[in-house]
């Protein structure tokens, strides 16, 4: 199905300001969580400062999930007039505060007034990773997460809300596919990542052209490619700065996905600077990020 409205909404995920505590902490082992210098309110009024439409967040941005605390934060986004996205994961790598059954992640979302939850799978492939696409292992627990989707669809429908499951650093695109047939349901489809495939050595374009026509929600990212003694790595950037044809991405987004928001993803990385130093450049990344989406892609209230 494709876009019929050719402008996007821009949403931006926390984790472009993870260095500053928001998002979740990930890479680390599960008691490492970055300290936080930003929270979800100040957010808010950076993000109406910014002209961004909406947040994408987390448990660690709400920092509780009690009842009068994510009032609070519905109240909040209204009076900002901000969309919210719940991102949350069923078994986190690193980062333990974003797991969430779905049961839960659909309760909680309605309560603060989001409209989409987003899950990671978290699934654990065997080695060596090439060639494991639908591999039994993994197929056991896609199945296990079919499961408990279904269960969950009465709510999801009683709650007018929609799931979004991701090609996060773990799956392929076709199992993330098969994952959404299985369900059958208008309310789910795809988070697609647009550079997560190279974690499972799957070309991105390839990816993005599979996926597109299921994605209801998106995480836009670039990357620089850098090749040294020590391997090949991806480095974070803002978007338009890396090597990734963002311009090209977002012809086929339009052209073939039925999404009507852009969230973008600054996976943004200390290097040999001082958090000091670092938590500057992110927040300059993600500044640099939305004027490129404005300006040059077009995205959001001020690319109008």
């Not at 409209?115 to 654990?124: A, P, Q, R, W």
């Not at 973008?264 to 990344?285: C, L, T």
């Amino acid at each position: 199905m494709k876009n019929n409205n050719n402008q996007l909404q821009l949403g931006m995920h926390t984790y472009t300001l993870h260095l500053h505590g928001l998002g979740e902490s990930w890479g680390f082992d599960s008691d490492y969580a970055y300290e936080k210098s930003i929270n979800l309110m100040e957010l808010m009024d950076l993000a109406v400062e910014w002209g961004i439409d909406g947040l994408h967040i987390t448990n660690v941005d709400l920092e509780t999930l009690d009842p009068a605390r994510l009032a609070e934060v519905k109240a909040a986004a209204e009076a900002h007039n901000l969309y919210l996205e719940y991102n949350v994961s069923f078994n986190a790598p690193s980062d333990p505060r974003v797991n969430s059954s779905v049961r839960d992640a659909l309760v909680n979302a309605k309560a603060m007034g989001a409209d989409l939850v987003k899950f990671s799978l978290d699934i654990e492939r065997p080695r060596p990773l090439y060639g494991t696409c639908f591999h039994p292992d993994v197929m056991k627990q896609l199945s296990d997460r079919c499961n408990e989707f279904k269960a969950n669809i009465p709510l999801m429908e009683e709650l007018e809300l929609q799931i979004a499951i991701e090609n996060h650093c773990d799956t392929y695109a076709d199992e993330i596919i098969w994952l959404i047939k299985q369900l059958n349901h208008p309310s789910i489809g795809a988070c697609l990542d647009t550079i997560n495939s190279l974690s499972v050595l799957e070309s991105p374009e390839a990816c993005v052209e599979k996926m597109a026509p299921y994605a209801i929600n998106c995480h836009f990212c670039d990357y620089k490619l850098v090749i040294n003694p020590d391997g090949t790595h991806f480095i974070g950037t803002a978007i338009g700065q890396g090597d990734f044809d963002c311009e090209k991405i977002l012809k086929e987004l339009k052209e073939k996905s039925p999404l009507n928001r852009i969230t973008f993803e600054v996976p943004y990385a200390i290097g040999e600077d001082s958090m000091e130093v670092a938590r500057e450049k992110e927040m300059e990344a993600c500044k640099q990020s939305i004027d490129y989406l404005h300006n040059n892609l077009k995205v959001g209230v001020r690319g109008r």
